[in-house]
């Protein structure tokens, strides 16, 4: 790669020469050639990494985002008073000290204010956060479940030929030994021996190769038509108004870590 960089020149306001280098978006770098050396990891996963490490930094006031931190609150460092404007600070209380509490307190530990701006629990606020989330995620699903099925066709069809051709070959190979041992004179009883076992061999073979494709045939996925995919792929608006989904709740049951949460809401 080269042109990451610019160097920018300028007079200031008194006639001096003012130098600057300036970093440029990568749309406008002169060369970049992926994969042209080999290195420590693949260009992709350069990529994934570099993604990591902007979801991680440290937002400036004002910005959303920022790395997920410890415990289970899910919205910390992302609330802000709807009466002073501050961020919120988390806190925990409960017998095991795991529910969480938003509270507003900047005021307090600053300037020395009397009480708190005011404080929230954090259970029903979350859980109506991940409702909201998860009823804007379920048409995608939907979706998703309908190019799933059409995929797994596609994998299968393509799976099924690849036995088809094994049979074929399998068939072709027995057909080929039986001739070589039916045009073997009987006065060459070594070499009739020697093409017999190679005939049963083929024969072996081909039986396998015929039950392999018996048993793919039988994992064939049940087949929609074009109407039922439709049908499967325009039902997200209808489930995501519908009160009866049921959505995963947050709490100590939760086989999802906090951190997971966080990422998603």
Request: charged letters at 30%.
């Amino acid at each position: 790669m080269f042109g990451r960089t610019r160097i920018e020149k300028r007079l200031d306001e008194n006639g001096r020469l003012v130098v600057r280098t300036r970093q440029v978006p990568r749309s406008e770098w002169e060369v970049l050639i992926p994969e042209h050396h080999a290195g420590y990891v693949s260009f992709a996963r350069y990529e994934a990494i570099q993604d990591e490490l902007r979801t991680n930094w440290h937002p400036p006031r004002g910005e959303g985002g920022g790395p997920a931190r410890e415990g289970t609150a899910l919205l910390q460092g992302r609330l802000r008073c709807g009466r002073c404007g501050r961020m919120m600070q988390t806190g925990y209380s409960g017998a095991s000290g795991n529910c969480p509490r938003y509270v507003c307190g900047r005021a307090r530990m600053l300037y020395g204010s009397e009480g708190f701006c005011q404080s929230l629990g954090g259970r029903r606020l979350e859980q109506r956060v991940l409702d909201e989330v998860f009823a804007v995620l379920e048409p995608a699903a939907l979706a998703a479940t309908a190019k799933a099925l059409e995929e797994a066709e596609a994998l299968h069809t393509k799976r099924l030929s690849a036995f088809e051709l094994a049979v074929e070959r399998a068939r072709f190979e027995a057909d080929r030994a039986r001739r070589q041992f039916d045009a073997v004179e009987p006065e060459n009883r070594l070499v009739a021996r020697t093409l017999e076992a190679a005939y049963e061999q083929a024969l072996v073979a081909q039986r396998q190769a015929e039950a392999d494709l018996n048993v793919q045939r039988s994992r064939q996925p049940t087949r929609l038509t074009s109407e039922e995919l439709a049908w499967v792929a325009g039902q997200g608006p209808t489930c995501a108004r519908s009160s009866t989904l049921r959505r995963p709740r947050i709490g100590n049951g939760s086989s999802c870590s906090g951190r997971s949460w966080q990422r998603l809401s």
